[in-house]
Structure formats: structure tokens, C-alpha cells
């Protein structure tokens, strides 16, 4: 099973002549080409033209509040370190190298810190929580050299298993029959890392190659070996020290987001997120949410929403497991819904706290299961009897936790 990646060709001309405006080169690359729909089309889960409905076209309107105050609604990339292709549903971000204390090279990308300085930078996201998330194995160890390369003292990953992913027989596809991940840390890997010689900063340094040399890694058109890079590279070029990784969409507070997903502490959702199985993200607390010292973010799941690959009201693991979407060769988005994510919220963090939902057969039987897309909107469900957890559970965390870095708001 190969990354669940929209094919989004565009948002619209709008909000690319904004984000043009607001990023300057290192914005998002915005295809102008609608004839054909695309998936986030299809299935609604990107933005439409302010000018459906309207007695003027798309050139008359203003640009989006987003770019006056980036909190207000409207695109804005948080990920600013990395130039976001919409048609291909990318980002290519600075690849590094670092190495163990054997030698063996470590190639690995940033996207997340508690330095809020460098956050600032770089360009990368911004996490107080991450203050706390230095617990046991959560947090690798690392010295940075004279060199600026950084020597870690343990977290080795295997890119060479086979990557599996086989749906549950009929309405049921998940949990599914059969689920490996195509990358497996050892006991001591996390995305975390903690520079112990300037200041224990910690960074999420998810790694997408390891143990080979650049000559190896010459995959600067595509089409990657995947016994060799993270299952979400679509490109790695160690002689621009570039890499490109798939995107996917989910939302926020009603907004759409994209997000990559690089890490899980549970092997099924890493296979079924195209993920690495990292062993050492198992030792951060989970259920604390926003209380004292908590390192995570709830994220919530559904199992089983509504499906149909054209549905505009498709969500759910069911669906991303089964659904075909406009390119049949391309498994779609569970669409997933976050707590807090930058300009929306203060309390974000890229260890997302799986909480998974079912619709119960009460609420089928209704009509009343649909597309959720706000955090309050799940919760008040649930408290109201429609959403559980699995099989009828109490609605909670699971212990899965997800290391999914968010790259951009679209609205």
C-alpha cells in the first residue's frame, strides 16, 4: 500500500496569487489547470472559489484575510521551510546528514521544535510542549559537532521490510486483516531528539534514510527505492540536499490542513499512515491533553464514516482502506480531525494522541453519521451517545500516537 496522497491540482487562482504575495518564492507551487476535478474536489475536502454563487469573477475578490493577519481565515503554510507543490500534494524540505556513533549516516529532515528562535529561523514549527517530551526513550540524544552535523547516540531504522497493508473482509476493512510497516525503528528510535551540548533543544528530526551513502540516494526525478527512504519520499536528491515527501489532508476547527506523517509507536497505524514504527514515542503519557507537562495533542479518528470515493461526505478508516478516488492508484485520506495546530491554537504538537471514534448503529440507523471536522463538534457527539470508542468502548485515547507535522492551513 503506497502513500494515500491527494492529487490536488489547485486550490484556485485566488489562493495562489496570495500566497505568491505572502511567501514569496518559497510558497506553495499552485497548478491554474481545474478542467479536470480533483480528488479534494470530488470528495470537498479542499476549498472552493469564493465566486461560486456570485454575480462577479474570481479576479474581482479581494485576497484573503490570512494574508492581513494569519490567523484570520485564508491559506497560510506554517511549514515555511520547505516549497509546497499543490499539484502534486508535496513539500520539499532541506535534507541532513548526521551520523551515529559508528559512523553510519543518518539522513533525516526538521520540522518541529521548542527553540523558539530557530523555529522562527528555519521556518520550522514551534512546540512548548516539546519541553516535556524528554522522557525514557521519547527523545533521542544527540551532540552536535564542529562540523554542524550531529552524532546520535542511539535510534537505528530499518527502511527494508516490505510494506503491507491488507483490508478486513467486507464492511468491515479495519482493522485490517494483515498490517506491516514498510520502516521499522529499533528499541531506541524516536523522531525526537534532544542536542545535549547547546542548550537540550529538542528537535522532531524524523529520519527517511539510514545506513547508506548519497550515491545511494540518487533518487532526484523520483521513483524511489523504498527498501532504502520513508514510504512518503517521493524524491531524495543528496546533492541538492533536498527531499520530497507526500503530503495528506485532514482539518482542524472546520479549517483543512495538510500534514506529514512520519512516525507511529503502534506497527497497524504505522502501515495503514505509511509510516516508521517508532518504539520509543511509547514513552510519552498519553490522556493528559492539556494539562501540566503533557508532550501530545489529541488527534481524532473515525473508523467508520461514510464511504465512497465521490462521497463529498466520505471520511474514516473504512473509506481510506477501500474507497478508490479519482486516481485509482492513490489510497485516500482518512481525513482525520486535530486539536491544536499554529495560528489556530497555543497548545500544538506534532505527537498526536490517537483517539478513534465509531459511529454507533443508533446513529446510522438515523442518518445522523457524517463528516466531523471540528474537535468540539466529535466530543459533543459523544457525549450525546452517537460516537464511542471501537466496538461500543469508552471514547478516549488509544496509547497510539502519531508524529504528523502540519505543513499548511488551507483556509
Known amino acids: 500500500m503506497r502513500p494515500k496522497r491527494l492529487p490536488l491540482r489547485s486550490l484556485i487562482a485566488f489562493f495562489s496569487v496570495a500566497l ?9 507551487v499552485l497548478a491554474q489547470d481545474d478542467a479536470t476535478p480533483t480528488q479534494g474536489e470530488q470528495d470537498n475536502s479542499v476549498p472552493p472559489p469564493p465566486s461560486i454563487g456570485s454575480d462577479v469573477t474570481l479576479p474581482y475578490f479581494a485576497p484573503p484575510p490570512s494574508m492581513v493577519q494569519k490567523e484570520l481565515v485564508g491559506p497560510y503554510q506554517l511549514l515555511k521551510s520547505g516549497k509546497i507543490d499543490m499539484e502534486a500534494m508535496t513539500i520539499t524540505l532541506p535534507l541532513y546528514r548526521g551520523q551515529m556513533k559508528d559512523g553510519k549516516d543518518v539522513w533525516y529532515i526538521l520540522t518541529d521544535t521548542n527553540d523558539k528562535g530557530n523555529a522562527e529561523a528555519l521556518g520550522l514549527n ?6 516535556y517530551a524528554a522522557v525514557g526513550k521519547a527523545a533521542r540524544k544527540a551532540t552536535l559537532e564542529k562540523d554542524a552535523t550531529l552524532t546520535f547516540d542511539a535510534g537505528a531504522v ?7 497493508v491488507e483490508p478486513g473482509d467486507g464492511d468491515k476493512p479495519f482493522p485490517p486483516k494483515k498490517a506491516e510497516p514498510g520502516s521499522v525503528g529499533d528499541d531506541d528510535y524516536s523522531p525526537l531528539v534532544q542536542i545535549t551540548n547547546t542548550g537540550n533543544q529538542i528537535y522532531n528530526a524524523p529520519v527517511v534514510a539510514y545506513g547508506v551513502k548519497s550515491d ?3 533518487f532526484c526525478d523520483g521513483k524511489p527505492d523504498f527498501t532504502l527512504v520513508h514510504d512518503h519520499v517521493a524524491k ?3 546533492k541538492d540536499m533536498t527531499v520530497t515527501m507526500r503530503l495528506t489532508t485532514g482539518f482542524s476547527f472546520g479549517r483543512p490542513v495538510l500534514y506529514l506523517s512520519t512516525e507511529a509507536n503502534d506497527t497497524v497505524t504505522a502501515a495503514i499512515e505509511d509510516a516508521t514504527f517508532a518504539p520509543g514515542l511509547k514513552d510519552l503519557q498519553v490522556g493528559l491533553d492539556d494539562g501540566a507537562f503533557s508532550a501530545v495533542e489529541r488527534i481524532f479518528i473515525t473508523v467508520n464514516g461514510p464511504t465512497g470515493g465521490d ?3 466520505r471520511q ?5 482502506l477501500t474507497d ?5 492508484d492513490m489510497p485516500l485520506s482518512p481525513l482525520n480531525v486535530f486539536g491544536g495546530i499554529p495560528t489556530i491554537a497555543t497548545d500544538y504538537s506534532p505527537l498526536w494522541d490517537a483517539n478513534v471514534g465509531e459511529w454507533t448503529k443508533e446513529a446510522i440507523d438515523k442518518g445522523y453519521r457524517s463528516r466531523v471536522r471540528d474537535e468540539f463538534e466529535i466530543l459533543g457527539l459523544v457525549r450525546q451517545g452517537w460516537i464511542t470508542g471501537p466496538e461500543g468502548k469508552d471514547y478516549g485515547s488509544t496509547g497510539i500516537i502519531i508524529d504528523c507535522a502540519v505543513a499548511m492551513r488551507l483556509l
Open 324 to 328: 478508490k478516488g479519482v486516481n485509482p
Open 316 to 320: 474514516g478508516l473504512n473509506s481510506a
Open 236 to 238: 531524495i536528491c543528496p
Open 216 to 218: 545511494q540516494l540518487a
Open 311 to 313: 462521497n463529498p461526505q
Open 126 to 131: 514551534f512546540s512548548a510542549k516539546f519541553a
Open 20 to 28: 505568491m504575495l505572502t511567501l514569496g518564492a518559497a510558497g506553495p
Open 158 to 164: 530499518d527502511f527494508s521490510p516490505e510494506h503491507v
